[in-house]
């Protein structure tokens, strides 16, 4: 079985779009995919199938003011970043159509990862097939200090990344013994804790359990890409880790820098298309 793990990082992640859509050209179709973040908010199209999908969403969306900004994050019924009614309803459902009898028809698995509130652990849950307005992908994506908390089935939850960043253990535990997986931030990369990790701790003081996994989330990063680093020299997983990002940031709109980031990953792909399917080969 073949496992498909991607990393989030917002905007960065279209670097893995292009990736996607080299994969799908090649009809390497993973039986387990998951996602956290945009990991999973891009994944989807993968799973569906729909090449291009992505880039469209990149370079023709992302970018406009209805998407996203501060205007939508002060507005109270929104409290995001980014316009989610827009961005997980009008977007997928009316102007660029998601292909939902293809997602029901996709053999393999689909999940996204999320940190509960309470717990302050991952959680990894399966994308449903009929969800037309994407609560596990809004919970997923949910940003501390930039998302409100998302409720799933009574519970709270936010941003997977918070308690497992890449869980690339996920697939190779579900039997997979062929993984790829795609990383966001460029090779040598060590996290650090941002600065804006203190003020989320504080604002959510009231979950200690979460704050502290805000608190050791870059050592617990580091020490999971080591991990996988190894294994890669060990030839169990294939990673993709993008030499640069171009500058791109979380909140990144500019189409033409995202335009860049894409060809990157899709041209990135296509250079290592061999040994990729020697690897799938063995």
């Not at 316009?83 to 053999?107: G, T």
């Not at 959680?123 to 037309?132: A, C, F, K, L, N």
Request: net charge positive; hydrophobic share 35%; charged share 25%.
């Amino acid at each position: 079985m073949l496992g498909l793990t991607l990393e989030g990082g917002a905007s960065r992640t279209v670097y893995s779009c292009g990736i996607m859509d080299a994969l799908l050209e090649e009809n390497i179709i993973a039986d387990h995919v998951i996602g956290v973040s945009a990991g999973a908010a891009f994944g989807v199209s993968y799973c569906s199938g729909q090449i291009g999908r992505n880039l469209r969403l990149a370079t023709e969306f992302m970018g406009t003011k209805e998407y996203m900004g501060a205007r939508h994050l002060i507005d109270p019924k929104n409290r995001s970043y980014y316009n989610l009614d827009y961005a997980y309803n009008v977007v997928p459902n009316i102007e660029l159509p998601f292909d939902y009898e293809a997602y029901r028809n996709f053999k393999g698995k689909f999940y996204a990862v999320v940190t509960n509130v309470e717990t302050g652990k991952a959680e990894y849950m399966e994308v449903p097939r009929d969800d037309t307005k994407w609560n596990l992908l809004r919970a997923t994506c949910a940003l501390p200090l930039l998302f409100p908390e998302i409720e799933i089935n009574g519970k709270m939850y936010m941003d997977g990344g918070i308690a497992d960043s890449i869980p690339y253990m996920q697939p190779i535990n579900a039997g997979c013994d062929k993984n790829i997986v795609v990383l966001t931030r460029p090779k040598g990369y060590v996290k650090a804790q941002e600065p804006a990790t203190k003020l989320a701790m504080k604002y959510y003081h009231k979950h200690k359990e979460f704050a502290h996994s805000l608190e050791t989330r870059a050592e617990r990063y580091n020490k999971c890409v080591s991990e996988l680093m190894e294994l890669k020299r060990q030839g169990k997983v294939f990673v993709f880790t993008p030499k640069t990002t171009f500058g791109v940031g979380r909140t990144e709109g500019d189409p033409a820098k995202l335009r860049l980031l894409y060809d990157y990953g899709y041209n990135h792909a296509k250079w290592a298309m061999d040994d990729l399917k020697k690897y799938l080969a063995k």
